[in-house]
């Protein structure tokens, strides 16, 4: 009989779920917009939609565990979640609630970064790299840490969370309460912003990142400017956190970074203006391997390959 572990990515914007096989291969994939609500139940809904979905698609197939990685902040042991860009969740009880809808099988939480870092250690670009930084640039800025070949997630779940590194220190408000972290400055949505504060003409009333990359691939000197902010701010935060943990290695993932011909050079410039001290010389900085899917293959590397991933920071229910 084949087997699969459910897996889940909740973002701000949309909850991506999957089944995903023993080899990390995405036997079934699909998403659904993050519910705007300020009642907890109503963002829960389609949540719970997926979960009984794929328990139906996977038909005769076992369901061997679940896996979720989510925006942060996780707490840590009791499995719930408070995620920045989605306010009606505060201390949501994730796990227990997933633990209902599959009764009988492990099921682990952790940061949505830490599981993009595992699933491209696993199966994508960080393949064969001990020590790897992995960023996830979305609605938010994630990122996950594996040291020694193994997933770090700290005591409270939350390590590699470079998104909200400060970088500036008289910078912008950033959701989290703080002022001038990376997310601030490189997330699709502080992007948009500061380039219509800038003076760029959106063609929409609604922009996202999709149409400020392409003004800037048109030309738009503010949109232009917002990506060459974004990748400096970036390179700022992955320099401190490569002379922190001493990386060999750094994949960069999430709808923003689909821009990367705008988002990597000025990045790039950056990292090699700041990166001056001989043991950050050989970091390399690539695009992921996994694409949208590095999330959800790692949350399932929570439940297939729990002797590399599961540890200190990772919540479980069995």
């Known amino acids: 009989m084949s087997v699969f572990a459910l897996a889940l990515d909740i973002g701000g914007t949309k909850v991506a779920a999957g089944l995903i096989a023993p080899d990390g291969t995405v036997a079934d994939r699909r998403v659904r917009p993050t519910a705007v609500s300020p009642d907890p139940e109503t963002v829960w809904r389609p949540v719970a939609e997926l979960v009984s979905e794929l328990r139906a698609a996977a038909g005769p197939a076992r369901v061997i565990g679940v896996g979720v990685g989510s925006a942060g902040p996780i707490h840590l042991p009791d499995g719930s979640i408070s995620p920045v860009n989605i306010p009606a969740w505060r201390r949501f009880p994730l796990l227990e609630r997933l633990a209902e809808l599959v009764p ?15 699933g491209e250690h696993w199966r994508g670009a960080g ?5 790897l930084l992995t960023i996830v640039v979305s609605t938010g800025v994630g990122g996950g840490l594996i040291q020694g070949g193994r997933l770090v997630a700290g005591p409270t779940g939350n390590a590699g969370h470079i998104g909200h590194v400060v970088v500036d220190l008289d910078g912008v408000p950033c959701p989290c309460g703080g002022r001038g972290c990376v997310e601030a400055m490189s997330s699709g949505p502080s992007m948009v912003e500061w380039a219509l504060k800038e003076g760029w003409r959106a063609p929409v009333p609604a922009p996202t990142g999709v149409e400020l990359a392409a003004a800037a691939r048109e030309g738009d000197p503010c949109a232009s400017e917002a990506f060459r902010r974004a990748g400096h701010a970036l390179a700022a935060g992955i320099v401190s956190t490569a002379a922190i943990a001493d990386l060999s290695r750094v994949v960069i993932g999430g709808g923003v970074a689909a821009a990367h011909d705008l988002l990597f050079p000025p990045l790039r410039a950056a990292i090699t203006e700041h990166a001056r001290l001989g043991f950050l010389q050989g970091l390399t900085v690539t695009t992921a391997a996994l694409g949208g899917a590095a999330g959800l293959v790692g949350a399932a590397a929570l439940v297939l390959v729990p002797q590399a991933y599961v ?5 479980s229910l069995a």
Do not use: E, K, M
């Open 104 to 118: 009988g099988v492990p099921v682990r939480l952790a940061g949505d970064g830490s599981c993009a870092a595992a």
């Open 127 to 131: 393949q064969g790299a001990d020590d």
């Open 311 to 315: 540890g200190r920071g990772v919540a």
